[in-house]
Structures are given as structure tokens and as C-alpha cells.
């Protein structure tokens, strides 16, 4: 799995009066992708925003763009959304028939392809597909909303498609979203994701978007050295002497055998 924890703030939150500037924060702040929602009261009770938007982001980052399609027929928009220079498609699992003739297509067409499944949906679903993916997109909220709380008993999901990937498809990115903030972040980085959509923790009005990337990157790096100051604390409480003094004790005693 890559160490490295990449970015992709949702535009879903942000200001639209002032998207051009808030992107171009971002990026400035080592964003790693725009992650674009879109919706068409469909798929999910909502709608959102679709190819002009893309199209001017286009104008003002160089950041990649990935299409979140929460759309009942996302074949009928890919071209245009390729038109508008989109780098990735992300495309449900649920409700598509031939999916596999999806991914194709988005491939055929030079992006990245990249395939979602809902809450309720499990991690076996993507067996037969995750070959062919440059990205897995576990959703860790219901579809539709910014803002919502994150489900916690999708992490389990997410260490299962982990484990998949590394099996299956290794270098193929796993991506969560919904929900995730510096106390959500993580945990998902824990069960094996590296690539978190964050929406309303980055975009509100509460400080700077830098100051919020900072935040959550803040607390999947303290998370690191936890874990090291655990593993320290636990080598130093633990009865069970290290390897080497284990290795040290078994000559001694075999040489104490021989006389
Ligand atoms: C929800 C969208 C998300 C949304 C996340 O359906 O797919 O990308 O913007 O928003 P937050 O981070 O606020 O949960
Ligand atoms: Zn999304």
C-alpha cells in the first residue's frame, strides 16, 4: 500500500460565487485532485452540477479533475465531460447492467477509471472488476449530500477492498467518501484507503481551506507517530523479550548445553 495519503477536496461544499478562487486555494495548498459531484435526481435525490462547471475549472487549475458520476446513465455523458477535459471518471456499480462495457469506454477515451459502490453495497462486488480500475471509490456515506455523517461500519468494507486490491490490482488507488474529517480521516487510513474526498471539513467557512487540508493531513500524520509510540511503548511493556535478546538467550543456553 503507498504511504503517501492524497487529497481530493469535493467542490460540492464549496462557494460556488467564488469556485475559480476557493479551486486555486486549494491547489495552492497541495490538493492532489478536485473531486466534482454530479447528480441528477436520479441516481440520488439531488442535483448538483455538470459539464460548464468542468469546463471552466479546466481554465483555472491544472489539478486533475474526477467526475463523481451519481447519474442513472453516465455512458451518455462521457464524451462531453471528456470534451470539457475531465482526467477520471468515477462510476457506481449499482444500478448498471453492463458496467464492464463502462470502464471500457472511459478507457477507450484516455481516462481514469475509477468504480464506486454505495454503503449497503458489499466488497465482493468489485471482484470481477477491479482488474480492470485504476481506483476503487468506497462510499462512506449514502450518496447525494454533503455533510453527513460518516458510517462507521464501512470501515470494515474498506479493509476488505484493501486487501483485494493488494491482491487483485496492486497500485490501484482506494478512495472514501463522505464524512471524512481529522476524526474520520484516520480511521479510514488505518483499514488501508489513501485517497480521501473531503467536502464540507475543507470548504466551511470556519478557517482557511489551507488551515483545513492542514488539519486533516495533520491528523493522519499524529496517527503515524501514535502508532509508532504504541508499538515503542508496547515493545517496552511486553514480558516477551525482543528478537534479538530471544536470539541472544537460545546461544547462551546452547552453549551453557555443550559446557
Ligand atoms: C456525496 C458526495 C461527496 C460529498 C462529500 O454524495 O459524493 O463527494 O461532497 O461531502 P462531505 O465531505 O461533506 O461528506
Ligand atoms: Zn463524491
Known sequence: MSNVIKLAPSILSADFAHLGKQVGEAEQAGADRIHVDVMDGHFVPNISMGVPIVASLRRVTRLPLEIHMMISDPDFFLDEFTEARSDSFLVHWEGNNNLHRTVQRIKSLGKRVGVGINPATPAVVLEEIVQDVDQVLVMTVNPGFGQQHFIHSTLPKVRRVRQMIDELRPGCDLEVDGG???????????????VLVAGSAIFSAKESIAAAMERIRGAVESRNTHHEGREEHEEKTSFRPKRGKRIGIFLRVLRALRG
Open 180 to 194: 471524512i474529517d481529522a476524526t474520520t480521516a484516520p480511521l479510514v487510513v488505518d483499514v488501508g484507503a489513501n
